[in-house]
């Protein structure tokens, strides 16, 4: 993953998917990962974090809802990080984001994550060089420590969408009845701020890259759902569960 | 601090100390560090965590009542670890601890601390060598990610008796009614395990050193409490605060 450059990397599904063959595997995995969610509860050994990161409109509110919504909300929580309060500012960048790191036998979905303090705050400059470089060591340490002492497997996506998706997207917000309560005038700001966006991003797949990143192409929400399904798939069939007996 | 051996260090006051002198100097520091930690609150820049460790009986909730007893009680917080609750051990054994980290302007005290994890748990063999050196790194790591990231300074004590002022000790709490309720009949097991919880804390001086230990000769209350008194001044003096003027 390292010196990636993302503008070399495709945001559109490759050629041999086409949409109703592949959101049609989708559905069959789904249905596994209902199960497969329950063995994860029922055993009790093993937790999962999925972090979804992306700009603005890059469809991160869309896989919370279509991907895991086939499993028990009780082994599901999903914790959307926003601007942080005053209290969360008076504490360490990974304190808030600490407290909701999932028991054993939970997912837990983080709608934006830590990766926020070395990404808009060093678009913005409210971050120096330094500062970010500290944060990425600190994250780094963090992610060993839930993976090393909480047997906690982390997936790390990126929603990958060009900037004209995205620009259609937004426009899309301001037309359409349904999607004008996610509009924020801020994000045609933040989206001027693209390429600047892109290079923060790059330099936190090259530094933050011990727990690797996947790169998930997200112009077509079809494509983008059953690459992350699939991971999710994947990462809990590795841990080779058993629903245990009864309990002594 | 490394190859310390606790047996070679003195649990006493050194000679040149007399108790009464001692306690009029404690109680010059008390005064002052009221005013200290009224300008700590006052600045909200910096926090201070203060960990206490040592074996039962070695003076550990003396030090929370007669060293922080001048302050005012909302910028100081007390947090006695016991043993954890089964949604504490579905977590890994920071998140417990991370969610007491101050926030800036505060006082923390931690009465046992995330050390327990790397000392009673090694002394039962509920923690093997290899993952109580992971531990230890994991420790190290979160410390330099309190005191990098929120200007946490971490004062970190063992209250260091000996075995025969323990006894004494354990044997006071069984004839005197106002201490009885602090009786428990592990303690004298726990206490037959003496030089195997040496060895542990040894250890742990040497692995978890970056941010030093205070090794406190503590058979004497009146010369522990000193001691701690004076590293609680000093640490925030060297803080360096101002009052600040009024917001803009």
Redesign the interface.
């Known amino acids: 993953m390292s010196g990636i450059k993302l503008k070399e990397i495709s945001t559109k599904a490759p050629k041999e998917f086409d949409k109703a063959g592949t959101k049609e595997q989708t559905q069959k995995i789904l249905a596994e990962l209902d199960n497969l969610q329950n063995l994860l509860f029922a055993e009790?050994k093993n937790a999962l974090l999925v972090i979804v990161q992306g700009m603005d409109a890059s469809g991160k509110d869309g896989v919370v809802r279509n991907v895991f919504t086939t499993m028990n909300p009780q082994g599901v929580m999903v914790k959307g990080f926003k601007a942080p309060t005053a209290?969360e500012l008076?504490?360490?960048?990974?304190?808030r984001v600490?407290?909701h790191?999932p028991?054993?036998?939970m997912i837990q979905i983080f709608n934006r994550s830590q990766y926020e303090d070395i990404l808009i705050t060093r678009v913005h400059k409210w971050c120096d060089d330094d500062t970010a470089k500290?944060?990425m060591n600190?994250i780094n340490?963090?992610e060993?420590?839930?993976a090393?002492?909480?047997n906690?497997r982390i997936l790390k996506f990126y929603l990958h969408v060009s900037p004209e998706e995205q620009k259609a997207r937004l426009d899309e917000r301001i037309k359409d009845p349904t999607k004008m309560w996610k509009y924020n005038a801020n994000d045609y700001q933040e989206s001027a701020l693209w390429d600047e966006y892109m290079k923060m991003y790059e330099d936190c797949f090259e530094h933050c890259n011990e727990i690797p990143w996947i790169i998930v192409p997200s112009d077509q929400n079809w494509y983008k759902e059953f690459i992350i399904a699939s991971e999710v798939k994947k990462a809990l069939v590795d841990f080779n569960m058993q629903y245990p007996g009864l309990k002594k």
């Open positions: 009790g209290e008076s504490h360490d960048f990974l304190w600490h407290l790191a028991a054993r036998g500290k944060r600190a340490d963090w060993k420590l839930i090393q002492h909480n906690t």
